[in-house]
């Protein structure tokens, strides 16, 4: 039978796999892919990665419920999860926007970075979210700001003070 470019394809990416796990050398790597590409049936293919094993399929993992004895009837007994990864807490970016924005905006998207990036990182102590760095972050560009536009008007006051005098 004839094989087609996503047949070829595949072929190659089983090449692939197999050079990265070292199990082909680069110049036999490149001559079996020049060989894929000229092919023109499954047979020629099956011939150019037949020496390459299949790669194993890692173990199945079981669910919590069927570690407490809980069976659902008609269900797999194992099954496959993929880790939950923690979301990034929204307050924390918000906070490191508010800190960036803070000297565009003369200071007064420095109060609510602080603001945010204390509410932020409580919430992120409380429910383990991601998003700790960008929190302080937010923090520490938001108080810069303020202490830099709090100094610049306590000299401006100075010197109108003084030049009134």
Do not use: W
Request: aromatic share 6%; proline share 8%.
């Amino acid at each position: 039978m004839l094989a087609g470019d996503a047949d070829r394809e595949r072929a190659v990416s089983v090449l692939k796999d197999a050079f990265a796990e070292g199990r082909l050398k680069q110049p036999e790597y490149e001559d079996r892919v020049g060989l894929v590409y000229q092919s023109r049936t499954y047979e020629e293919l099956d011939r150019l990665t037949a020496d390459i094993p299949t790669p194993v399929a890692p173990p199945p993992v079981m669910p919590p419920g069927l570690l407490q004895g809980a069976y659902l009837p008609g269900a797999a007994p194992y099954v496959t999860m993929e880790p939950r990864v923690p979301s990034t807490n929204g307050q924390a970016v918000a906070s490191l926007v508010c800190g960036i924005c803070g000297a565009f905006t003369m200071g007064l998207a420095a109060i609510p970075a602080v603001i945010l990036g204390h509410r932020a990182k409580k919430e992120i102590r409380r429910t383990g979210q991601q998003g700790e760095g960008m929190a302080i972050a937010g923090l520490i560009l938001g108080y810069l700001t303020l202490a830099g536009f709090g100094a610049i008007m306590a000299l401006v006051t100075v010197f109108a003070v003084v030049g009134g005098s």
